[in-house]
């Protein structure tokens, strides 16, 4: 063997693509914009009263749970025998990665929030979310395209793609309601 075949070798091996981690915060940011949409459209009744508190502290509840529960669920699923002090560090970095999940229902909890100090319209404050979360779905799609090497045209439609759920959970309130 030359000195150059084993540096052709390393070569080869290495990603032909940028690093997928940022797939992985799209992962976190459209379940948990999709599940603070849901949340905050099931949580709003028509004939009932506006609890906006309320409603905040139960998407970030169930944002948190939701975050333990899939981090805990990966961990379980790729569990491999090891020594018990790693396996516990390797569960705390299953939970630790699904940050995002709950960071991405901050904007509906800091906007029911801001709902319950201002005494503003349950309506609107639904409608707005749902259209706010919506905008943040192509957002989250498009820029993650974006950072694992798509090109432009192709990210803004993986953002629309991602916009869809959020459309389609504006369409399922409207029918529900």
């Given at each position: 063997m030359t000195e150059q075949q084993p540096q052709e070798a390393s070569l080869t091996t290495r990603p032909s693509h940028p690093s997928h981690?940022?797939?992985?915060?799209?992962f976190g940011g459209v379940y948990g914009t999709v599940l603070a949409s849901a949340l905050m459209a099931a949580l709003n009744q028509e004939g009932e009263d506006f609890t906006p508190f309320y409603d905040a502290s139960w998407v970030l509840v169930t944002a948190a749970t939701a975050g333990l529960a899939h981090g805990y669920a990966h961990h379980m699923a790729s569990h491999r025998e090891g020594a018990g002090g790693h396996r516990w560090q390797i569960l705390a970095r299953a939970l630790w990665n699904e940050w995002p999940l709950v960071v991405a229902t901050l904007p509906t909890v800091l906007l029911l929030t801001a709902a319950g100090l201002g005494d503003w319209d349950a309506y609107e404050v639904t409608a707005g979310g749902l259209g706010l979360n919506t905008a943040l779905l192509f957002g989250w799609g498009s820029l993650t395209a974006l950072r694992v090497g798509h090109r432009l045209v192709r990210a803004l439609l993986?953002?629309?793609a991602d916009a869809t759920i959020g459309l389609a959970i504006i369409v399922a309130n409207a029918l529900i309601k």
């Open positions: 981690r940022h797939a992985d915060w799209m993986i953002g629309l």
